[in-house]
């Protein structure tokens, strides 16, 4: 009877330890969970850390280049006069003193920050520009400005007898141009 005692107290002290060992197992990998993991030591981390300064810095510059242009731009904006055209025989007689007219209101032309080429499904394109933060379209208005012509190198802008020519920004980004 004494031998059998023994292994019953062997049997039991092994399924304690056994226990035990599983506590100690599960309580450490439940405590490398509810731990923060340190931004440090990973190599993924630290790449991505790496990618979001690269990005912040170009942001950055674009922002400067584009903002060390704005005082250039209403060096760009000079108004145009529209003449229509007159026979060469047929003279007009100057106007009285009284009759003449006032120089125009000075007009604020619309920031362009983009032009871009809507195509179709049946293989059509149209070009739209981006005026003042508004998709514009040939023929829209903007205020007292109407938009004549959008090209690759700027937008024509009409109003009555003068017209703008707003040169395209540059290309920062595109689908196209890699």
Same mark, same amino acid.
């Given at each position: 009877?004494?031998?059998? %005692?023994?292994?019953?107290?062997?049997?039991?002290?092994?399924?304690?330890?056994?226990?035990?060992?599983?506590?100690?197992?599960?309580?450490?990998m439940l405590m490398s969970l509810l731990d923060e993991p340190l931004a440090g030591n990973s190599s993924g981390v630290r790449i991505a850390d790496q990618g979001f300064r690269n990005y912040r810095m170009l942001v950055t510059t674009q922002a400067?280049?584009?903002?060390?242009?704005?005082?250039?731009?209403?060096?760009?904006?000079?108004?145009?006069?529209?003449?229509?055209?007159?026979?060469?025989?047929?003279? &007009?007689?100057?106007?009285?003193?009284?009759?003449?007219?006032?120089?125009?209101?000075?007009?604020?032309?619309? /920031?362009?920050?983009?032009?871009? &080429?809507?195509?179709?499904?049946?293989? %059509?394109?149209?070009?739209? /520009?981006? @005026?003042?933060?508004?998709?514009?379209?040939?023929?829209?208005? @903007?205020?007292?400005?109407?938009?004549?012509?959008?090209?690759?190198? %700027?937008?024509?802008?009409?109003?009555?007898?003068? /017209?703008?020519? @707003?040169?395209?920004?540059?290309?920062?980004?595109?689908?196209?141009?890699?």
């Amino acid at each position: 009877m004494h031998r059998l %005692g023994n292994r019953i107290h062997a049997l039991v002290g092994l399924w304690i330890l056994a226990g035990l060992v599983v506590l100690g197992v599960n309580g450490t990998m439940l405590m490398s969970l509810l731990d923060e993991p340190l931004a440090g030591n990973s190599s993924g981390v630290r790449i991505a850390d790496q990618g979001f300064r690269n990005y912040r810095m170009l942001v950055t510059t674009q922002a400067e280049k584009i903002t060390s242009g704005m005082d250039l731009l209403t060096s760009w904006f000079e108004p145009v006069a529209v003449e229509a055209e007159k026979p060469a025989f047929q003279q &007009t007689p100057a106007p009285p003193s009284y009759a003449r007219k006032r120089a125009p209101a000075p007009v604020t032309l619309p /920031a362009l920050t983009g032009i871009m &080429t809507s195509r179709s499904s049946d293989g %059509g394109s149209r070009r739209l /520009a981006v @005026l003042d933060g508004r998709i514009c379209a040939e023929g829209d208005r @903007l205020g007292t400005l109407t938009v004549m012509r959008i090209a690759r190198r %700027g937008v024509s802008l009409v109003r009555r007898d003068q /017209a703008w020519f @707003l040169k395209a920004p540059d290309i920062a980004y595109s689908l196209t141009a890699q």
